[in-house]
T-cell receptor
Framework: EAQVTQNPRYLITVTGKKLTVTCSQNMNHEYMSWYRQDPGLGLRQIYYSMNVEVTDKGDVPEGYKVSRKEKRNFPLILESPSPNQTSLYFC??????????????FGAGSRLTVL | GESVGLHLPTLSVQEGDNSIINCAYSNSASDYFIWYKQESGKGPQFIIDIRSNMDKRQGQRVTVLLNKTVKHLSLQIAATQPGDSAVYFCAENMGGATNKLIFGTGTLLAVQP
């Protein structure tokens, strides 16, 4: 089944304890992206990657890191989490190309709470 | 499920009625406009898109209308069913080198049986 898999689905952690949210897709998509979703703010892009070893900042990159060493994986790293990073996170992927980019496939989401 | 419905405008319709969800966009230069559906506890799912040179596009039970004069986009769902209950997001493709999607804040559609 074509899908984006992210883990963990739920995580409660404490301020300053490094964590990684993994994301993997099995559709051979070039484009991958991380979003956070907060009530009233919709989906905001954190980082994106147009291909292996190519990553760039989205709208809210502060406090996050990413890497794209393989086409299928795009982990999100919080080096020193803070309470304002408590949110619902989504990884997504799509084929490259003007209309292909419209069809993002999203993971099921990772609910992160930072105490 | 996840509480993504908080603070959202809500449209409540009776099962079997038609639904119209509206969205205002900001960028006149956007290439494409897209609708996503997010059910409780799940990630958003692509529904339909429309290119900026079109004003109407139909899918299965859904129609998207684009009015570039007033920068308005709407999603019409025919014969709304309980399974249509979800948060609906519009998005615009900014084009350029990144094809970045900018999402709206969403509308909660509640279908009453």
């Amino acid at each position: 089944e074509a899908q984006v898999t992210q883990n963990p689905r739920y995580l409660i952690t404490v301020t300053g304890k490094k964590l990684t949210v993994t994301c993997s897709q099995n559709m051979n998509h070039e484009y991958m992206s991380w979003y956070r979703q907060d009530p009233g703010l919709g989906l905001r892009q954190i980082y994106y990657s147009m291909n292996v070893e190519v990553t760039d900042k989205g709208d809210v990159p502060e406090g996050y890191k990413v890497s794209r060493k393989e086409k299928r994986n795009f982990p999100l790293i919080l080096e020193s989490p803070s309470p304002n990073q408590t949110s619902l996170y989504f990884c997504a992927s799509s084929p490259w190309g003007r209309s292909g980019a419209n069809v993002l496939t999203f993971g099921a989401g990772s609910r992160l709470t930072v105490l | 499920g996840e509480s993504v419905g908080l603070h959202l405008p809500t449209l409540s319709v009776q099962e079997g009625d038609n639904s119209i969800i509206n969205c205002a966009y900001s960028n006149s230069a956007s290439d494409y406009f897209i609708w996503y559906k997010q059910e409780s506890g799940k990630g958003p799912q692509f529904i339909i898109d429309i290119r900026s040179n079109m004003d109407k596009r139909q899918g299965q039970r859904v129609t998207v209308l684009l009015n570039k004069t007033v920068k308005h986009l709407s999603l019409q769902i025919a014969a709304t069913q309980p399974g249509d209950s979800a948060v609906y997001f519009c998005a615009e493709n900014m084009g350029g080198a990144t094809n970045k999607l900018i999402f709206g804040t969403g509308t909660l559609l509640a279908v009453q049986p």
